[in-house]
């Protein structure tokens, strides 16, 4: 049996091979990519989450609200009673306010 050895182009089933390699070549790269961009923004997004929670977590604890309203009923009533003076009454008032 002569044994054929081929020169020039390669044949159909060559042709099929090669092309076979490259797009799964491509496929691989293509696929390691996409992992990795979604790692990268997976990572992003969990450094995004622990440092807005520990952000949270060192937050000061919030001031009771004062309530204005009843403050300057507070100190009419004093004024009225005769404990405050017009001038404590304003200076307290001014504190308030400001």
Do not use: C, I
Not at 21 to 48: C, F, I, K, L, Y
Not at 49 to 68: C, H, I, K, M, W
Not at 69 to 84: D, I, S
Request: hydrophobic share 45%; charged share 25%.
């Amino acid at each position: 049996m002569p044994l054929f050895r081929r020169f020039g182009r390669p044949g159909l089933l060559g042709l099929a091979a090669r092309t076979a390699v490259v797009a799964g070549t491509a496929t691989a790269v293509t696929g390691g990519m996409r992992r990795h961009q979604q790692a990268r923004a997976t990572e992003e997004w969990q450094s995004e989450q622990y440092e807005s929670e520990q952000a949270a977590a060192n937050l000061p604890p919030e001031a009771p609200g004062v309530d204005l309203v009843a403050e300057l009923q507070k100190l009419e009533a004093l004024r009225q009673q005769g404990v405050l003076s017009d001038e404590e009454f304003a200076s307290a008032k001014a504190k308030l306010l400001a």
